[in-house]
Nanobody, 125 residues
Framework: QVQLVESGGGLVQAGGSLRLSCATS????????MGWFRQAPGKEREFVAA????????YYADSVTGRFTISRDNAKNTVYLQMNSLKPEDTAVYYC??????????????????WGQGTQVTVSS
């Protein structure tokens, strides 16, 4: 069974940057798409970014395009989310996610097989 452990969240001022990391174990990391979702208080969990198995293609929500970058290091079994030019509206709990099988790309909740516990990102003005 896959295990996902996020790190890197915290408090940052608007305009600042954070890099989230998600370390994985328990299955062949490189066989699965990985992604990031977030959930703000009172709102549904929403897609943020996803990356294919080899890291060749990335997908982003419109709200973060141009500011966030997802990447993966298959040798380290780790996926990252580099967040630049952060805005207060980026404040949320960020969740790492792994695909439910080797075929799907993690761009929707339905394609997620495993979730991390989440890490809080708070952006102050």
């Amino acid at each position: 069974q896959v295990q996902l452990v996020e790190s890197g969240g915290g408090l940052v001022q608007a305009g600042g940057s954070l890099r989230l990391s998600c370390a994985t174990s328990g299955r062949t990391f490189s066989s699965y798409s990985m992604g990031w979702f977030r959930q703000a208080p009172g709102k549904e969990r929403e897609f943020v970014a996803a990356i294919t198995r080899s890291g060749g293609t990335s997908y982003y929500a419109d709200s973060v395009t141009g500011r966030f970058t997802i990447s993966r290091d298959n040798a380290k079994n780790t996926v990252y989310l580099q967040m630049n030019s952060l805005k207060p509206e980026d404040t949320a709990v960020y969740y790492c996610a792994a695909g439910k099988n080797p075929i799907v790309v993690v761009t929707t909740n339905q394609n997620v097989g495993s979730w991390g516990q989440g890490t809080q990102v708070t952006v102050s003005s």
